[in-house]
């Protein structure tokens, strides 16, 4: 009979950030609702005692995945800004990776969590705040770097930041429904990046 080692021990912060990458992958295969603590430990080969150690539930769990998939995805823009020197191309770059790509460490798209968490929001006043906060510091980077545009005279001056923002956050969750059921093509994806680059700049 094939036994199975156990799990490495592993000092707290890396177990608690090894939990958070299974649960990562757990959740986006299947759903908040769906998934239990025993699966996500089962999956990081610890027991439910110990998963309990790091996170008092699994909706602490969730989040803590939430705020990791967009800490990944910041840092991905950030990234992106730092390295392309054109403002020109960085509202279409970070479209693209925000509404078609998925995370290649953990296969997470953060608007499929947010999605589920919306599910959740309308019964769980935890989650309806969670989501609240952590929405508002989404937008208002997003926000931030299309000033950082207009004052580069890419996006049109007249345009109002704030407003652009809360719509291209409502793209992201457009794309995590037209990926689920079939919606939405790439080809469709470009066109509606093409449209709000002609919006946003004037210019097609």
């Known amino acids: 009979m094939t036994q199975i080692s ?3 021990r592993l000092p707290a912060a890396e177990r608690r950030q090894a ?19 025993a ?5 990081a080969r610890v027991s439910e005692p110990i998963l309990y150690r790091h996170f008092a539930s ?20 950030e990234e992106t800004i730092a390295s392309e020197p054109d403002p020109a191309n960085w509202m279409q770059i970070m479209a693209k990776s925000y509404i078609c790509l998925r995370d290649a460490k953990s296969g997470v798209v953060v608007s499929d969590l947010w999605m ?24 208002d980077y997003m926000a ?10 890419v996006i049109n001056a007249a345009r109002d930041a704030d407003a652009e923002a809360w719509i291209s956050l409502a793209g992201g969750l457009l794309g995590t429904i037209g990926r689920r059921v079939g ?14 680059r002609e919006w946003m700049t004037g210019s097609a």
Request: proline content about 2%; charged content about 35%.
């Open 116 to 139: 589920q968490a919306v599910v959740e929001a309308g019964d769980d006043a935890e989650v309806r705040k969670f989501l609240k906060r952590h929405m508002r510091e989404v937008h």
């Open 58 to 77: 699994k909706r602490d769990l969730y989040f803590a995945c939430i705020d990791e998939a967009w800490k990944r995805l910041r840092m991905l823009w």
């Open 183 to 196: 919606l939405l093509k790439d080809s469709d994806f470009e066109s509606i990046r093409a449209s709000r």
């Open 6 to 8: 156990p799990p490495l």
């Open 19 to 37: 939990l958070v990458e299974t649960a990562l992958r757990v959740f986006s295969e299947g759903s908040y609702r769906g998934t239990t603590t």
């Open 39 to 43: 699966e996500i430990a089962r999956a």
């Open 144 to 153: 931030e770097v299309i000033r950082r545009v207009q004052a580069a005279g």
